[in-house]
């Protein structure tokens, strides 16, 4: 017989470092795990399967192996400054993925598909390959040491944000953002990355939105 908690699990501010006992090979059903804001530096221990969202944000991770494969809700994992990489991750998040404000270098590891929104925002990313191939909603990427848009998906179902970068080409860009596009802040001190008009990324991709960028050159 399956082990199974129904309704949400609360583990957060108990400055714990590792995971309860308790959770090894159960189901939290009709709820959702919050483990954020303690002294984790391992996953090792969470529940084979989710029905909502896990938040293990504000922790000391230093790995995401033994998550869910699967994800019903979101995953969010925000806020983990020794997290260098998503290796572990689920492959799968019907909801949002959040994984901002880590120490990340490459996105090899993150889910191939999530319904909702993409979040990797304030991390050290040279590259988006190895990132999801399909997002539901929107693409969130802005201020990281990205050159170009090499491994982003070719449709965004909302905004792609990707201001506050390193960019010296367009290359990779996708060819369908449904929402607005957002590329303010270019950081042109150096790398030869350059200011890019809206013409010229409207010439490249299909923009339902508004294009915002520094110039106002058409």
Known sequence: MRKYIEGNVHLSNLYLTQLPDFLSGVEIRKGYLSCHHNLLTSLVGLPTLVDSSIDCSYNRLVSLKG???????????????????????????????????????????????????????????????????????????????????????????????????????LDGIPKRVDGDFSLFSNDTGNDNARVFTVKEIRRVCKVKGIVMVDTEED
């Open 67 to 169: 998550s869910p494969s699967n994800i019903e809700g979101n995953f969010d994992c925000n806020k983990n400054e020794t997290l260098e990489s998503l290796l572990g991750a689920p492959t799968s998040v019907k909801g949002s993925f959040n994984c901002y404000a880590n120490s990340l270098r490459s996105l090899k590891g993150a889910p191939t598909s999530v319904g909702q929104s993409f979040v990797c925002s304030y991390n050290k990313l040279t590259s988006l390959e190895g990132g999801p191939t399909r997002v539901g909603f929107s693409y969130y990427c802005p201020y990281n040491r990205l050159s170009n848009f090499i491994g982003a998906p070719d449709h965004i179902g909302g905004d792609f944000v990707c201001s506050g970068n390193k960019l010296t080409s």
